[in-house]
């Protein structure tokens, strides 16, 4: 790829990732009620899920995804339900889960689940397929040197608003604020969901 390709991608790979999102939310949200170690299960799982994302719409399932409305309505509605669901197991966090092993625990399948009903996920991928892997010769090679970019793009950005999130465990354990921390994550959830709805 040329130098101006990987600059375009490198800037597209930051935008995707590092704005906030389902899996960034969920990842901060993890790290502050059960702590950083816990929350790498589902940190590490959501860059092998959309890794496996883009490989499939580089194979020609996200061209497949886009042109069948009742496949892609399937992977909308699986995943406003998936992502509101989470919401709702957020929301009703109210203290941090150190001794309840079964309380908001989302892991690695989680992480890889998320990005197969995330409609928004399979759109990205499918730009990033069309616009820098099936583009000139050589695609399987194009998709060597992308993919393990977007997956480390992913691990980071979702790592460091785990990381964030972790940090202000111990403010958050103070009184109600872990409950309001979870309830406005929670609402977050649930507008992306919205929003994916309407899409």
Wanted: aromatic share 12%; charged share 10%.
């Amino acid at each position: 790829m040329t130098g101006s390709e990987w600059a375009a991608l490198l800037f597209v790979a930051t935008a995707m990732s590092f704005t906030p999102g389902p899996n960034t939310t969920l990842a901060a949200a993890l790290a502050a009620n059960r702590g950083l170690r816990h929350s790498m299960r589902f940190v590490l799982g959501v860059p092998v899920g959309w890794g496996v994302v883009v490989v499939a719409c580089a194979l020609g399932l996200g061209a497949l995804l886009n042109a069948a409305p009742v496949l892609r309505g399937f992977v909308k509605w699986a995943g406003v339900g998936y992502m509101l669901w989470l919401a709702w197991r957020l929301a009703e966090s109210a203290a941090l889960a150190a001794d309840d092993p079964e309380r908001f625990d989302v892991g690695f399948g989680h992480g890889v689940l998320l990005q197969f009903v995330n409609i928004k996920a399979w759109i990205l991928a499918l730009v990033v397929s069309v616009g820098w892997i099936n583009r000139g010769d050589a695609p399987e090679w194009r998709l060597l040197q992308v993919l393990p970019v977007l997956m480390v793009f992913a691990l980071a950005s979702n790592f460091t608003y785990a990381w964030v999130g972790a940090a202000l465990r111990r403010w958050l354990a103070q009184g109600r604020r872990l409950l309001a921390f979870n309830r406005g994550l929670a609402l977050l959830l649930a507008g992306t969901a919205l929003w994916m709805a309407r899409a």
